[in-house]
């Protein structure tokens, strides 16, 4: 396995010094920018980072800018939001963007080893031996492929799921899904079959 590396994005030096310096603790290389433009051209420059930690609030933009971009170019690379003490609005708007998850100022640096912890298992390049997903979802139409991708961000997300539908639409085969590739990752279960609903 080699080793991590994460991308740090922070305009306030000592916030991106002290992440940088937690990181490096933890056996992880460091790309540090101070905007939303600086941090795309790491993303260029460098192909193999495996996470990224990035402040809501930039000179250029703010984070769910930079989520949304990593969602679209480096789907594989996991992003977590850095947002103000108490700021859950804004917490989640990232996860809605794509971020699979987000830590408060001021940062507690034990919440923030976990959540990194957690980021790297989600991180292709750190994955071994991780089975595939036993279910399968048929098809080869638009609406199945969307729906795989989907599944897939969801997957990577620590935000609840909620799925509605008509009966019979598969709402349960999604949840399983999710859960079974959320399995390895998380120790909580997404799928319950309520009491006095049928199984599809």
């Known amino acids: 396995m080699s080793q991590p590396t994460a991308l740090v994005v922070d305009d306030e030096p000592d916030i991106c010094e002290l992440l940088e310096l937690t990181l490096l603790r933890m056996g992880i290389d460091c790309h540090t920018a101070d905007s939303v433009t600086a941090a795309k051209a790491v993303l260029l420059q460098h192909p193999g980072i495996d996470l990224c930690l990035t402040d809501m609030r930039l000179p250029d933009g703010n984070g769910i800018d ?55 298992k989600l991180s292709p390049k750190q994955q071994t031996n991780t089975p595939e997903a036993a279910l399968t979802l048929l098809g080869n139409s638009t609406e199945i492929e969307n729906t795989r991708t989907t599944i897939r961000k969801l997957a990577r997300s620590q935000a609840p799921v909620h799925i509605s539908g008509e009966s019979g639409t598969g709402k349960e085969l999604a949840a399983r899904l999710i859960h079974e590739r959320r399995q390895a990752l998380y120790s909580r279960q997404l799928w319950r079959n309520p009491r006095g609903i049928s199984r599809e």
């Open 66 to 120: 930079l989520v949304q971009f990593i969602q679209q170019r480096h789907p594989e690379i996991p992003a977590a939001v850095i947002t103000a003490h108490g700021n859950m609005e804004s917490a989640v708007l990232a996860l809605k963007a794509g971020a699979f998850d987000f830590v408060s100022k001021p940062v507690d640096l034990g919440m923030l080893r976990s959540l990194v912890t957690t980021a790297l």
